[in-house]
């Protein structure tokens, strides 16, 4: 099936999912939506996230997508069952795919979890482990400043160094060995991160995760795209196209020329 796959983020990190899907299903063609206007939405309750995330949702459906993902581990952790409810297509979220290989990584069963606050807050991570293996001991940190450092291409500083280990300094004292990179920035700090914690911890990335888990579904209900197909991909922004345009080009493994501003709060 040839139609489109919905990406949605409230700004930029989830293009770390785009680049992911695009790599594992070259064949696919993706819309991809970023709310940079009200970007982050990390600090927001749950009625404003579910808010913008129908909007968006709605847009998306405007574009004749087969499936959505939800590139946003806030909007997953807030969101997830009001747009499975709303939408008549398979939707796919970032939280349960990363919980999942971090729970079969484990080998002493203690799991951290990084993340922004409302992610952290809304102990989704912890509840989703639980469920796989209740043994699991579940350490969890709210780790704010990550995104402004990577939104900012500080990706190898000497700040975010210092930065990532005064989050994670506490962290090593539970004896982790899975580290999950619980918010779609993250995974751009994974040499910094990776440093910090030691080789014996292991790095999940749910973007990764997430495009495996969206290939396995397209597969399962024969929705991918046929043979014949080269992926197309198209952009759209709610503000701030330079910036949007700039981080796409230094992470995507394509040139994108074109991203288009769109008035969500009128969906």
Known sequence: MDAPIGVFDSGIGGLTVAKEIMR???GESLVYFGDTARVPYGSKSKKTVCKYSRQIAKFLLTQKVKAIVIACNTASALAMEELEEMVDVPVIDVVQPGARMAAASTRNNKIGILGTRSTIKSGIYERYLHKINPELTVVSKACPL???LVEEGLFEDRITED????????????EIDALVLGCTHYPLLRGVIGREMGE???????????AKTLKDMLKENELLASGQNKGEHKFFVS??????????NSILPYSVEQTTVIDIESY
Do not use: I, W
């Open 163 to 174: 930065v990532v280990g005064r989050y994670l300094h506490d962290m090593k004292e539970y």
């Open 146 to 148: 990550f995104v402004p």
């Open 200 to 210: 014996d911890v292991k790095l999940v990335n749910p973007a990764y995760e997430t």
């Open 24 to 26: 594992q299903l070259p």
């Open 239 to 248: 503000d701030g196209v330079e910036q949007f345009l700039s981080f796409a």
